[in-house]
T-cell receptor, first 113, second 115 residues
Framework: DAKTTQPNSMESNEEEPVHLPCNHSTISGTDYIHWYRQLPSQGPEYVIHGLTSNVNNRMASLAIAEDRKSSTLILHRATLRDAAVYYCILRGGYGGSQGNLIFGKGTKLSVKP | EPEVTQTPSHQVTQMGQEVILRCVPISNHLYFYWYRQILGQKVEFLVSFYNNEISEKSEIFDDQFSVERPDGSNFTLKIRSTKLEDSAMYFC?????????????FGPGTRLTVT
């Protein structure tokens, strides 16, 4: 299985940018890189995904390395509401025919006011 | 914005009892999932469901578990005879299509406590 490696925890100050790294050195050519987050006492929430090119949406940006062995989720201005566990997940052929998500431990992001 | 809903938010049951957890997926979604998260642990896949049948299931999803879409809106998870180790948050999710580029939308979860 293609796996991801993330730091266990990170801290940020409110209104500052946050860069959350993810290593996926065994990624295959058809694996999509997905990011989800889980706020305290809530269900996981989709953040962003990409394949090869950098992606932007209203929540975040995803920067994908040229060799695709790593990626970075960028929160441009962290708010207190962004405090959550962030999961980097590869979705491809190993994920089952219907693409179930395989969650790791993720990165717990703390945001200080 | 459409959302996945789950009921009840918290269910307390005694060991050996049957429980049914209910989910209403987003209306135009075709693929449905159940995940669980034991307190302090990872979110784990249980089962996926499409076209009124199970598409895939994990090792956790044994004969004590079943899923059903009894009507056009509800999606249920039944645990026939609950055990203490079934205590967890159970999350329902749905997605419009099943390709690897499609995101899953999760409900708020049902906290199941087995005593």
């Amino acid at each position: 299985d293609a796996k991801t490696t993330q730091p266990n925890s990170m801290e940020s100050n409110e209104e500052e940018p946050v860069h959350l790294p993810c290593n996926h050195s065994t990624i295959s050519g058809t694996d999509y890189i997905h990011w989800y987050r889980q706020l305290p006492s809530q269900g996981p929430e989709y953040v962003i995904h990409g394949l090869t090119s950098n992606v932007n949406n209203r929540m975040a940006s995803l920067a994908i390395a040229e060799d695709r062995k790593s990626s970075t989720l960028i929160l441009h201005r962290a708010t207190l509401r962004d405090a959550a566990v962030y999961y980097c997940i590869l979705r491809g052929g190993y994920g089952g025919s219907q693409g179930n998500l395989i969650f790791g431990k993720g990165t717990k992001l703390s945001v200080k006011p | 914005e459409p959302e996945v809903t789950q009921t009840p938010s918290h269910q307390v049951t005694q060991m050996g009892q049957e429980v049914i957890l209910r989910c209403v997926p987003i209306s135009n979604h075709l693929y449905f999932y159940w995940y669980r998260q034991i307190l302090g642990q990872k979110v784990e896949f249980l089962v996926s469901f499409y076209n009124n049948e199970i598409s895939e299931k994990s090792e956790i999803f044994d004969d004590q578990f079943s899923v059903e879409r009894p009507d056009g809106s509800n999606f249920t998870l039944k645990i026939r005879s609950t055990k203490l180790e079934d205590s967890a948050m159970y999350f329902c999710a749905s997605t419009e299509l099943a390709g690897y580029s499609y995101e899953q939308y999760f409900g708020p979860g049902t906290r199941l406590t087995v005593t």
